[in-house]
């Protein structure tokens, strides 16, 4: 079975400092790997995506993720933090195309300080 | 605005009362999703249609839950003699392989 395991409930970093938001999963079989992001009072959105492709992927709002099999991680990062990332975002991991195996982390909450 | 419209946002009902949630997409997608999502955890499986066909239900869906999506565009999700463990967020999500834009919820509350 897959599952994803989001490692800390809650981050908090200084606008401008560096993102880390991490992400291991566990499959039998190559994965697909996505990150969502929730806003406060508002509903999920797609973030970004890794599909098999290149092992970099770039989303939204200047983040990527990075999948890393001898690791089995895909941590999000984002160079500069700006104020409006404040958000939960989820790790969720497939192992074939189609949402009924979509599993998701428990999410992480960003905090970013002024 | 996220492309989908979630009605009511949030619902009180009393434990044996049947409730019935909207989802309403924006524009036009295949695809539609959905959810369920409680405190501290991500959002669990329920079901998803492929234009108004149902293709898959999680087991989460017991047989007092039933979804439709009638002409291929706004879906309902019905719940039957609500349970205390029914109380969550219930989300609706369109796109393509994969859920792309969730809506706000509804909230499900169980008195």
């Known amino acids: 079975a897959q599952s994803v395991t989001q490692l800390g409930s809650h981050v908090s970093v200084s606008e401008g400092a560096l993102v880390l938001l991490r992400c291991n999963y566990s499959?039998?079989?190559?994965?697909?790997l996505f990150w969502y992001v929730q806003y406060p009072n508002q509903g999920l959105q797609l973030l970004l995506k890794?599909?098999?492709?290149?092992?970099l992927v770039k989303g939204i709002n200047g983040f990527e993720a990075e999948f890393k099999k001898s690791e089995t991680s895909f941590h999000l990062t984002k160079p500069s933090a700006h104020m409006s990332d404040a958000a939960e975002y989820f790790c969720?991991?497939?192992?074939?195309?189609?949402?009924?195996?979509?599993?998701f982390g428990t999410g992480t909450r960003l905090t970013v300080i002024p | 605005d996220t492309g989908v419209s979630q009605n009511p946002r949030h619902k009180i009902t009393k434990r044996g009362q049947n409730v019935t949630f909207r989802c309403d997409p924006i524009?036009?997608?295949?695809?539609l999703y959905w959810y369920r999502q409680t405190l501290g955890q991500g959002p669990e499986f329920l079901t998803y249609?492929?234009?108004?066909?149902?293709?898959?239900k999680s087991r989460l869906l017991s047989d007092r839950f039933s979804a439709e999506r009638p002409k291929g565009s706004f879906s309902t999700l019905e719940i039957q003699r609500t349970e205390q463990g029914d109380s969550a967020m219930y989300l609706c999500?369109?796109?393509?392989?994969?859920?792309?834009?969730f809506g706000d919820g509804t909230r499900l509350s169980i008195l």
């Open positions: 969720a991991v497939s192992v074939w195309a189609g949402a009924n195996n979509l599993f």
């Open positions: 499959s039998s079989v190559p994965p697909y």
């Open positions: 890794y599909t098999s492709a290149a092992t």
């Open positions: 524009s036009e997608h295949n695809r």
């Open positions: 249609f492929q234009n108004e066909a149902q293709l898959e």
């Open positions: 999500a369109v796109g393509g392989e994969w859920p792309q834009h």
